[in-house]
């Protein structure tokens, strides 16, 4: 047997090999060493015929599973070697072979994945330096395939952040072709593979074209895309090397371009939390953990990829705006249709289980009930206006399926299909004969246990059964000088003794025979019908696919209403209009009524804004709010606001924070240029930029010269961007480059204190109140006090700002140079159509918070309280 594990292992060098000895996968030498530290089991050892003894432990297959999955999820590998042959039918030692690899990318087990994420596998290939991805999600089926230009490949990192894959497969020689990039792969946390095969792209050609059933790629969109095709190839290849099976269920491959989606960066996915908060990388708290109110596991992975590629293609992005508005219209439609698909379970890997063969009677009767809540749905949509009627069409309930499973299995079938108690009753007629006899020979037990007892007198005598001696008759000791002589003792016990009969051995022999009958014959039908199932795979994926779609929709619409969230005009013009916007997530946040709304307008006359004002006044959730909006719009999806429209954006990107990057060695500084630099050499005029700070992380005047020249750029560029920066020198851009505006974030200040009041409004600020805020962050009095003494000796001996300023290379005329503050107001406001602009009430707040400091509190009657109340209320 070692002999056989050692051939086995060989084969196997990178991964711990799982060898099936009867009820155990056991493991040996170090690899049972290695696991039972990783996996925290019994480490034991026996004898392998050698001077040592080998070291060894194991785990029961039943629980597998488990253990697998720990060990994957900490980036191992383990092939399954399986008995391919039942004991004692071959000569010698019985035959086994390894059935399945599973690896980080490959792993199957359900309970163990993130229920509303993609388990993707990744493949990269390189063709006369254009670069090929392609991502197979093994157990739903999901098979995408992607290329950039060799000068474009920027697009592989943010594809890479995108799809967040749990291994990267490349080639031997790719890796020796890009050692910087695999380092670097690598030291971002991803596990790479070296695949076995490379492919000729003909070879490539080949595999794809057999494994679809096709004579040509043409139909899949990317025939033209050799290197997409290599990649395709090297990733269908390791997962079918991998999992051993014909994988039906990978029935298609899916070509795209990043040019058909807005094209999001790793540093904008990150900042703008798309997915996942910054410091905890949880769900909630960022914009997918406020959106996804999907009510099935694969609506919730549809979302999640719809909010990573928004669409820029206007007649896609209007068409899910009007099947979410139609949910949002008809409410009762919208509740019902929801609480429907609760009922539905992950019908895309149940799919894919089906394939592997690993689905078992529960997963069926999941399936059964996943279908039987479908017709409800489709009745209800048929009912609504045209578009639901569009959406019932996505969705075929495949009734069939329902009704075939329902008839052949148990409502409650075990976990293991090799137990029996499977079958329904009526279902087949020599399974119903099998359980007649089961079921008389229990009655004619207890008939027997009955009459023995009658017939010796032993009130305690019992008949049982185990695995080793079959069924037997238990006689305590006290009671032994009552056994008849037809008893035949079989075993000895502390406390008694247990006998057989020749008519209990004949009955025996019946029972166990039927019973062991039964088993391997309902476990037959069960195969039968789940192989009959998996021919209706590709109806099954299909309806799969409309029930996400259509659960996808229905989130959107449920947070539209929710958020009290308008429907966005969005076209192909120049321009970013918002009113009353708001940030979603701090609005969950805080609360409905809570946050204060800002309005946005980006157009010719207004590229650049220019945002001053001290911090934790709202900078960067204004910035960002305007950022997830306009996303937002581009997924089809309503927004936080009360009216808006959109210009389609090619690409956002972010600079927000300070950060270093020690693993590649960068500095804060070094990072904050790098991805100013990324910025400027890819925005476009239809991009979008959001600058939280630029050049703090050197000197004044280094810093200030910086983000001044990046404000040009910018300018130059015609990209809109807004530009938040506490350099308010800054701020005489305005007068000197057309399409810079200032605005600054209003506060009230009430002598050394500060009330941020979280609007923006037109105009700069000339001091940053980053003492103030150090005050209100906790700071001791005596570092306040002193840093109030520093900053006016710099104030009074400081450099004459005026003389520093560099000369700019555009001119504005001096109508523009001097713009009044209401023309400032009406630059901003006046474009707007039919809006009324709301006074400030500034003024009003700071005569309430005056009077409110000066109010007595612990000589106010509760009358005169209440009649302070009621009088600031009248004035709010």
Known sequence: ?????????????????????????????????????????????????????????????????????????????????????????????????????????????????????????????????????????????????????????????????????????????????????????????????????????????????????????????????????????????????????????????????????????????????????????????????????????????????????????????????????????????????????????????????????????????????????LPPVLKQLQEGEAALQELAKLIDPQVEIATEIRQAL???PPFSIREGALIRTGYHEDVDELHNIAGTGKEWLTHLERRERERTGIKSLKIGYNKVFGYYIEVTRSNLAHVPDDYIRKQTLSNGERYITKELKEYEDKIIGAEDKLIQLEYSLFIDLREAIEKKL??????????????????????????????????????????????????????????????????????????????????????????????????GSFVPASACSIGVVDRIFTRVGASDDLATGQSTFMVEMTEVAHILHHATDQSLIILDEVGRGTSTFDGMAIAWSVAEAIQQRQSKALFATHYHELVQLEKTLSGICCYNIAIDEVGDEIVFLHQIRPG???????????RLAGLPDEVINRAREILATLEQEGIDKEETLPVVREEKSKEKAQVTEQEQLALFYGTLPERKVVPSVDSTVNKMVTELKKLDINNLTPLESLNWLAKWQKKV
């Open 538 to 635: 590709p109806q099954l994926q299909q309806t799969a696919k409309g029930v996400a779609q259509l659960d996808t929709l229905l989130s959107l619409a449920q947070i539209a209403v929710e958020g009290a969230y308008t429907c966005p005009e969005v076209n192909n013009s120049d321009q970013i209009e918002i009113y009353g916007g708001r940030h979603p997530v701090v609005e969950e946040h805080v609360g409905p009524g809570v946050f204060v709304p800002n309005d946005t307008l980006l157009d010719q006359q207004q590229r650049l804004l220019l945002i001053t004002g001290p911090n934790m006044a709202g900078k960067s959730t204004y910035m960002r709010q305007v950022a997830l909006i306009v996303l937002m719009a581009q997924i």
């Open 1 to 373: 047997m070692m002999r056989q594990y050692q051939s086995i292992k060989e084969q196997y060098p990178d991964a711990f090999l799982f060898f099936r000895l009867g009820d155990f996968y056991e493991m040996f030498g170090e690899d049972a060493i290695v696991a039972s530290r990783e996996l925290e089991i019994t480490l034991t050892a026996r004898d392998g015929g050698m001077e040592e003894r080998i070291p060894m432990c194991g785990v029961p297959y039943h629980a597998a599973e488990g253990y697998i999955s720990r060990l994957v999820s900490k980036g191992f590998k383990v092939a399954i070697c399986e008995q391919v042959e039942e004991a004692g039918k071959g000569k010698g030692i019985v035959k086994r072979e390894v059935v399945r690899l599973v690896t980080p990318g490959t792993i199957t087990d359900a309970t163990t994945l993130e229920d509303k994420t993609n388990n993707f596998l990744v493949a990269l290939a390189r063709n006369q330096g254009d670069w090929g991805l392609s991502a197979i999600d093994v157990l739903t089926g999901d098979f995408y395939v992607t290329y950039w230009p060799e000068k474009e490949s920027i697009g592989l990192q943010g594809e890479l952040a995108r799809l967040s894959p749990k291994e990267i497969v490349i080639t031997t020689q790719l890796a020796e072709q890009e050692p910087t990039l695999t380092k670097e792969w690598t030291a971002q946390g991803f596990i790479i593979t070296l695949a076995k095969e490379s492919f000729s792209l003909e070879q490539a050609r080949k595999l794809l074209k057999k494994h679809f059933g096709v004579s040509s790629l043409e139909a899949y969109g990317c025939a033209q895309w050799p290197a997409g095709l290599l990649s395709a190839a090297v990733a269908l290849h390791y997962v079918q090397e991998t999992q051993k099976t014909t994988l039906q269920h990978i029935s298609a491959l899916q070509s795209y371009s990043t040019e058909q989606f807005m094209r999001l960066d790793t540093a904008t996915r990150r900042n703008l939390e798309l997915t996942q908060t910054m410091r905890d990388g949880v769900k909630k708290g960022s914009l997918l953990g406020v959106i996804d109110k999907t009510v099935t596991a694969m609506g919730g992975r549809l979302l999640k990829r719809w909010l990573e590629q928004p669409l820029i293609k206007l007649s896609e992005i209007k068409e899910r705006q009007k099947y979410i508005k139609a949910l949002v219209d008809d409410g009762l439609i919208r509740e019902s249709v929801r609480e429907a698909l609760k009922s539905v379970y992950d019908l895309e890997r149940l799919c894919g289980k089906i394939s592997y063969g690993s689905a078992n009677g529960r997963d069926l009767i999941a399936l059964a009930s996943s279908l039987e809540a």
């Open 764 to 774: 700069g600020v000339d001091k940053s109140y980053g003492i103030q805020v150090a």
């Open 410 to 412: 148990l409502d409650d």
